[in-house]
């Protein structure tokens, strides 16, 4: 998968705005991250660039996180500190979480997942949206964080095996390919158990269902399935709290 795909060039409109548009109050470390992203195209953090911008202190205000594109490891510990930034702002609240993410690292994902799970756990509960589409680890791991996991009529959900790519010179190829095979059916069983708790159907169900394809599904069906509990219709559901 391109993990430049649905990543808008933020840094040049960051160079453009206004001075009064930056929070001053936001958290320096960022200032550095985003500096150092900028300057390697790194695409983790590329997408965290607006944080600090005005529009996005008012969303993190109001209870507020969006999760988009490609989950990474340097994302995935962003957006855990932005909603660190949340609970400083509002203490215990409900929280929003809007997913637009064609997927990406089942490692990220957990985090974001066990993140999110400790969120509902202390600070109040925790509503999903997905809009567009979530797919593999957005669909099966983040979106299965939410107390209450939304999809808009449109949306798409896409589910499939655990998968990596890897390449190693030839004299160690076959005992990494072995010890990544080993480590991926583990983290298969493990998605597949969230799946099992989260839906209408056993782990094991989703072993057989997503076994060597893709398997991609509407609202209705997901619906179907307990992938979600509701199919929103409400017009802030990808708007506002």
Same mark, same amino acid.
């Given at each position: 998968?391109?993990?430049?795909?649905?990543? %808008?060039? &933020?840094?040049?409109?960051?160079?453009?705005?206004? $001075?009064?548009?930056?929070?001053?109050?936001? $958290?320096? /470390?960022?200032?550095?991250?985003?500096?150092?992203?900028?300057?390697?195209?790194? $695409?983790? *953090?590329?997408?965290? +660039?607006?944080?600090?911008?005005?529009?996005?202190?008012?969303?993190?205000?109001?209870?507020? +996180?969006? !999760?988009?594109?490609? +989950?990474?490891?340097? *994302?995935?510990?962003?957006?855990?500190?932005?909603?660190?930034? #949340? /609970?400083?702002?509002?203490?215990?609240?409900? &929280?929003? !979480?809007?997913?637009?993410?064609?997927?990406?690292?089942? *490692?990220?994902?957990?985090? /974001?997942?066990?993140?999110?799970?400790?969120?509902?756990?202390?600070?109040?509960? !925790?509503?999903?949206?997905?809009?567009? #589409?979530?797919?593999?680890?957005?669909?099966?791991?983040? +979106?299965?964080?939410?107390?209450?996991?939304? /999809?808009? $009529?449109?949306?798409?959900?896409?589910?499939?095996?655990?998968?990596?790519?890897?390449?190693?010179?030839?004299?160690?190829?076959?005992?990494? %390919?072995?010890?990544?095979?080993?480590?991926?059916?583990?983290?298969?069983?493990?998605?597949?158990?969230?799946?099992?708790?989260?839906?209408?159907?056993?782990?094991?169900?989703?072993?057989?269902?997503?076994?060597?394809?893709?398997?991609?599904?509407?609202?209705?069906? %997901?619906?179907? &399935?307990?992938?979600?509990?509701? #199919?929103?219709?409400?017009?802030?559901?990808?708007?506002?709290?």
């Amino acid at each position: 998968m391109d993990h430049t795909a649905h990543r %808008a060039d &933020l840094g040049s409109r960051l160079e453009n705005r206004a $001075p009064e548009m930056v929070e001053s109050s936001m $958290p320096h /470390i960022f200032e550095e991250e985003n500096r150092v992203a900028e300057k390697d195209h790194d $695409p983790d *953090y590329a997408v965290r +660039l607006e944080l600090g911008t005005h529009f996005v202190r008012q969303d993190m205000l109001d209870g507020i +996180l969006t !999760v988009q594109g490609v +989950l990474g490891e340097g *994302y995935s510990v962003a957006l855990s500190r932005e909603l660190r930034e #949340i /609970i400083r702002m509002r203490g215990k609240a409900p &929280l929003k !979480v809007l997913l637009f993410s064609g997927g990406g690292g089942v *490692y990220p994902a957990f985090y /974001i997942y066990d993140t999110l799970r400790n969120y509902s756990q202390n600070f109040g509960p !925790v509503t999903v949206v997905t809009s567009g #589409i979530a797919a593999s680890a957005a669909a099966a791991i983040v +979106l299965q964080a939410g107390d209450d996991r939304q /999809i808009t $009529p449109r949306g798409r959900l896409m589910l499939h095996e655990v998968g990596q790519w890897f390449m190693h010179d030839t004299a160690i190829a076959a005992s990494a %390919a072995e010890d990544s095979n080993r480590e991926m059916r583990t983290l298969q069983t493990s998605v597949c158990e969230v799946l099992g708790e989260r839906t209408h159907h056993t782990a094991s169900f989703w072993q057989d269902v997503i076994a060597r394809k893709e398997m991609w599904y509407s609202a209705e069906q %997901a619906l179907e &399935l307990g992938l979600v509990d509701k #199919i929103t219709t409400t017009e802030t559901a990808t708007l506002g709290a």
